[in-house]
């Protein structure tokens, strides 16, 4: 029985190599197409017309409608932050020190990191599926066939209202994280309402607030740029719209951590 012809090791090689370098050069083209993409985007902003209505429109979508998960789970986590913290500080007699460790850790790290991913989940995720079904339903190559610039009536305008919301949801999960720890350690703790206020006081400063503020700006930029570029460019039908949302939310949610390690590092 003749036996199948296998290729030679020196041609696997070949292939391998081959696969490895195609897959780096669409690789380094996907990111390409990206940043010029994005780069259109930011510039449009600033040209006209200034479509202020569809800017409040997105406002609305990305931070109106976030509020409500955002506090929510910045309360949760601020109580676990407080739970959590004072069991280990108990141990070294600290355990005031729960509302600096609270504060600081929402202010300068989970803030705009949970807050930018639950609005990447959210927002980023609708902005995704919206854009691909007006790609499926050809509304955005209308635009184009009416002299409308669908990059900055479309991206533009969710650029401008995600770096202006997130910001925002994120400084209300710091507070909100604050609170809900606060009323855990003093109700159930036991712990004085002086002197968790106060170890705040004395603990925060300035830059601790706008390390925070400054990931948060990074962030939306982020999520904005990336939902709407795999929305404006999604193939394949409703298949292809889901898949596209699939990899905007994952592309975004790695990259937010990966930027917050980044940022860190080159802030601190």
């Known amino acids: 029985m003749l036996e199948p012809l296998r290729p030679a090791p020196g041609l696997r090689l070949t292939n391998l190599l081959g696969g490895l370098g195609h897959h780096a050069i669409e690789g380094v083209g996907s990111i390409g197409r990206f940043v010029v993409f994005s780069g259109r985007a930011a510039v ?18 990305f931070g109106n409608r976030s509020i409500a998960i955002a506090v929510l789970t910045a309360s949760f986590t601020g109580m676990v ?8 500080l108990q141990r070294f007699g600290s355990e005031s020190q729960v ?7 929402l202010l300068r790290e989970l803030a705009p990191v949970l807050a930018g991913i ?5 927002a980023g995720s609708a902005t995704t599926a919206t854009l691909g079904n007006m ?11 009416m002299a409308i610039d669908s990059r900055q009536y479309l991206v533009s ?7 202006i919301a997130v910001p925002i949801i994120t400084a209300l999960f710091s507070l909100a994280g604050i609170v809900a720890a606060f009323v855990l350690a003093t109700q159930i703790l036991g712990q004085e309402p002086g002197v968790f206020w106060g170890g705040v006081e004395r603990s925060v400063e300035w830059v601790d607030i706008s390390l925070g503020l400054k990931k ?3 962030f939306a930029a982020l999520i904005a740029t990336i939902s709407c570029y795999r929305g404006y460019h999604a193939t394949g039908g409703a ?9 905007a939310v994952v592309e975004t949610t790695s990259l937010i951590l990966v930027g917050d390690y980044v940022l860190t590092a080159l802030l601190m």
């Not at 509302?99 to 850790?105: D, K, N, Q």
């Not at 790609?135 to 066939?145: K, N, Y």
């Open 157 to 163: 305008t969710r650029l401008l209202a995600a770096m």
């Open 99 to 105: 509302g600096p460790l609270v504060a600081l850790s």
């Open 239 to 247: 298949t292809g719209v889901g898949r596209a949302t699939t990899r």
């Open 135 to 145: 790609r499926m339903t050809e509304q955005i190559d209308a635009l184009d066939a």
């Open 81 to 88: 932050l407080a739970l959590q913290g004072h069991d280990t």
């Open 216 to 218: 948060s700006f990074v």
């Open 118 to 122: 639950v609005i990447a989940a959210r």
């Open 44 to 61: 449009a902003i600033g040209r006209r017309p200034f479509r202020l209505r569809v800017v409040l429109e997105q406002l609305h979508f």
